[in-house]
C-alpha cells in the first residue's frame, strides 16, 4: 500500500510560508532602515554645510578692502579655537601666500568640495567638507571634519544589522516552530488517514478546538468517516442479515425437498409439499429483490431521474388502491390531501412504493377495526405527508431499529413479509432527502415525511 | 408461435423451451447474442425473449442491433433486478416487456401470449364488447345485458384491460403494472380486492360468468366457450 510520507520540514507548506513571511519581512525591514538612514544622512550633510557656510559668512564679515589684518586675527582665532582637527581653515593672499590658518595649502578647489584630510595635508583618515570663497584676491577656506557623520552613520548601520539580525532570526525560528506544530497536525491527520485505509474506519482525527481551517477540514473529513463507516457498517449488516433470512429460508426449502422426495418414494402425495416449497422460494426472491432494490436506491443513481411530482396525486392514488383493500381487511382507509399541487422533486414510482409499503404495514400490522390515515399538506415551506393509524404502534424503544434492514418486531416474526418493507422507506426518504419520524400517534403510530418543496 | 429465446443458463432455456412446445409453440434457443443477432434479423419469429447478461453481445445490444436493423418482433426482455433502472434500459433499448428472474413459467406463457397476439397496429376501438357486456371508452360508461354499472375509476381501467385483452390470461404481475403502474409486488391483495369488486359488479348479478380465476396464474375475461 502506498504510505503518505510526511515531507521534511524544509519541503513543508507551513514552513515555506513561515520562510516567505520572514524573507518579506526583511526585505521591508532593509527598504525603511535604507530610506531613514539616507535622510538622517541628508539632514546631517545639511547642517554641515550651514554650519560651514555660516562661519564662512562671519569670517567674511571682519574683512574690508584697506585692512586684512582683522580677517587674519579671525582666522587665527578660529583656528585656535577649533578642537583638534574638527576645523580647518586657510587663508591666502592674492601672491598665494599662507596669511593664516591651521592646514597647508594641499589641493584646494574653489566652491564646495569633500576630500580626505590628506589632500589637505591633515592627519587622520577623516574625509572633510571644505568651502572655499575669493574676493580681491585673497583666498579663504572653511572646512568641517566629517568624522562625526561617519561615526553616526556606522552607528546606524551597526545597530541596523543588529536589528535586521534579531528579525531574521526571530522570524525564522517562530516560522519554524509555527510550521512544526502544523506539520504535526498534517501529521496526525495522514497518519489517521494510513490507519483508515487499513481498515480502522473508526478512527478519527483528533481536533485543537481552536476552530482554525484546518480543525474545520478535519471536522469535514471526520464526517465523512462517520458516513463510511455507517454505510461500510451497513453493508456488513446486510451480508450478516442475508446469511441469516436467505439463508434460513433455503434451508427450510431444501427440508421441505427432502421430504417430499421421501414422500414420492413411498408413492404418497407431494402437491402440497411442493406448493410449499414455491411459497417459499418466492419468499426468498422476495427478500433477495428487496435487498438488491435498496442497495440501487442507496447507490442514489435514481437521482438523474428526479422531476417535478405532485406529492398529492401520488397520495390520492395510493388512498384510493388501498381503500378497498383496507376495507377486506376489516379496516378503514381515509385520504385528507392539501388543496392544490404539493409539488417536491422526486420519482414517482419509487415515492408510490413508500406510500404503499406504509398503508400495507398499517393493512398488515394492525388487528380489525383499526383506522388508517394517509394524508399530504404544505406546511412551513414543506411538505408534509404521513400514515397513521390507532393501531398497537411500535415501543418507542424499537423506533429506530424497524428502519434497519430486515429488522421485525418480535411480533410480526410470524406474519409474512421480508422486514425490509421500512429500510426501503427510509431509502427512498434519504434519497429524496425527506426527514422520515416515527411517533406516538396516542395510541398507534404515526409515520412523517417532511420533502421541501421543489421551486419551479 | 415461432419464438426465440436466447438465454445462455442451457437448463433454464431448455425447461422454457420444453414448456413452450407442450404450449403448442415452436421454440429455438441460442446461448450467444452474436448468433442470435444473425438469426433474429433473418428469420420470421413471432416473439423474441431476450436475457439480459449473455456472452459476447449482452441482451440490452443485441435489442438495439435488432431494432437498428428495422426487425420489430415483439420482444420479452428478461433481467435480474425489476422495477429500477433495469426494466426502464431494457425498455428503452426497444423491449415491448420485461419479466424479472425468477418468474413462473405460466407468467412467461402469459406474457408471450400476449405480446404474440398484438395485433400489429393498435385499433383504436372506442366500444369494447365481450358477450352481453359493452364498455364505452369515451363516455366511460358500462352496460351488461342493457344494464347500466357503476364502476370506480380503477376497477373502470381494470376491466379496460382485462376486455382488451379477451381470451388472454393475464398474471397479477401484468394488471399491477398495467393498471395500477406498481413495478414491485404489493405484500396485500390490491388486485384481488379490485378483481373482487369488479366481479360483484359485472358478474355476480348475472347467469353467466365472464371474469375467470386461472388458478396460480391469474386472471381471463371471456364469453363462455
Known sequence: MRRGRAPGLLRSTPFRLALMAATLFIIAFGVAGAVALHSIRADLAEKLDRSISDTYEVMLATYSREDVEDLIGAVNAHALAGRGNSQVFLLTGPDGHVLAGNMSVGLIRPGWATQPGLELGLPGEASYRTFTGESDGYRLTVGKSEAEISEINVIALTSFASAAAIVVVLALTGGAALALSVQRRIQTIASTMDKVSEGALSERIPLSRSGDDIDALSAQVNEALDRLEASFEGMRQVSVDIAHDLKTPLNRLRLVLDEATELQRQNKEVSKLLDEARAESDQINTTFDALLRIAQIESGARKSRFAPVDLGSVIADIGEVYTDVADDEGQSLVTRIAMGPVEVLGDRELLAQLFSNLVENAIRHTPDGTAIEIGVDEWASEAVAWVADNGPGIPSGERDKVLRRLYRLEESRTSPGSGLGLSLVKAVADLHGAALELDDNTPGLRVTLRFSLSRT | ?225
Open chain 2, 1 to 225: 408461435m415461432r419464438i426465440l429465446l436466447i438465454e445462455d443458463d442451457r437448463k433454464l432455456a431448455a425447461y422454457v423451451a420444453k414448456g413452450c412446445s407442450e404450449a403448442g409453440h415452436v421454440c429455438d434457443v441460442l446461448a450467444s447474442g452474436r448468433q442470435a443477432l444473425v438469426q433474429a434479423t433473418h428469420e420470421p419469429y413471432d416473439v423474441l425473449v431476450v436475457d439480459r447478461m449473455l456472452p459476447e453481445l449482452d441482451g440490452l445490444s443485441l435489442l438495439k442491433a435488432v431494432r437498428a436493423a428495422g426487425v420489430k418482433v415483439p420482444a420479452l426482455f428478461l433481467t435480474a433486478i425489476g422495477g429500477v433502472d433495469d426494466r426502464v434500459e431494457g425498455l428503452e433499448a426497444g423491449a415491448d416487456d420485461y419479466l424479472v428472474k425468477p418468474f413462473a413459467f405460466s407468467e412467461l406463457l402469459a406474457r408471450i401470449n400476449a405480446l404474440g397476439r398484438r395485433p400489429p397496429v393498435q385499433e383504436q376501438r372506442t366500444v369494447l364488447k365481450t358477450a352481453d357486456l359493452e364498455v364505452d371508452l369515451i363516455k366511460r360508461t358500462v352496460t351488461r345485458a342493457g344494464t347500466r354499472i357503476d364502476l370506480q375509476p380503477r376497477e373502470f381501467s381494470l376491466l379496460e384491460v382485462l376486455m382488451r385483452n379477451e381470451g388472454r390470461v393475464l398474471t397479477r404481475t401484468m394488471l399491477l403494472e398495467r393498471v395500477w403502474d406498481f413495478h414491485f409486488d404489493p405484500k396485500t391483495s390490491v388486485v384481488e380486492t379490485h378483481i373482487s369488486r369488479l366481479r360483484s359488479k359485472i358478474d355476480r348479478p348475472f347467469a353467466v360468468q365472464l371474469l375467470h380465476t386461472i388458478r396460480n396464474t391469474g386472471y381471463s375475461l371471456h364469453a363462455p366457450r
